[in-house]
């Protein structure tokens, strides 16, 4: 089965990537992977917030086969106790690009535009609301303040 492994390193280790790489590779194949592309490096990134001390990482992956998917916890921990990857992840190949249940932007429903109506497949307009005005608006709570409960 064919997986793909994300992984990010200080970009203090930036100038070490190749010796990383080479660290990765033998974890992979002494697990019975085989690197199927060429470790592609997507460069340095700023995190949305800082792991480690750490705002930027340098972030590169990379595409294995592997038979035995029972060697996978293994690979996982032999990666955790490597002090170079600050964090990885591994994911099948063929899980890639599926939709996870979230809605997509496509899906979402247009503001203020022609809503279609799923029983009759039929365009009709949808009706907003004009903004309040702001002394609109402080009139009408006046009017609720100054109403007694019964």
């Given at each position: 089965?064919e ?12 100038d ?58 293994e ?31 496509s899906?979402e429903?247009p ?12 365009a ?27």
């Amino acid at each position: 089965m064919e997986y793909e492994l994300l992984f990010f390193t200080s970009v203090n280790n930036e100038d070490r990537i190749s010796e990383i790489k080479k660290d990765i590779e033998e974890i992979l194949t002494s697990q019975g992977g085989k690197i199927s592309a060429d470790f592609f490096d997507i460069g340095k990134r700023k995190f949305a917030h800082p792991i480690k001390k750490q705002t930027h990482g340098f972030f590169s992956f990379c595409h294995f086969e592997i038979e035995a998917k029972d060697n996978l916890p293994e690979i996982e921990r032999r990666l955790r106790l490597n002090d170079k990857v600050m964090r990885h992840i591994i994911v099948r190949a063929d899980e890639i690009g599926k939709s996870i249940g979230a809605a997509t932007v496509s899906e979402e429903k247009p503001r203020g535009r022609k809503e279609i109506i799923p029983e009759t497949k039929e365009a009709e307009p949808v009706e907003t609301k004009a903004k309040v005005d702001m002394e609109e608006l402080d009139e009408k709570i006046n009017e609720l303040l100054e109403e007694t409960p019964e």
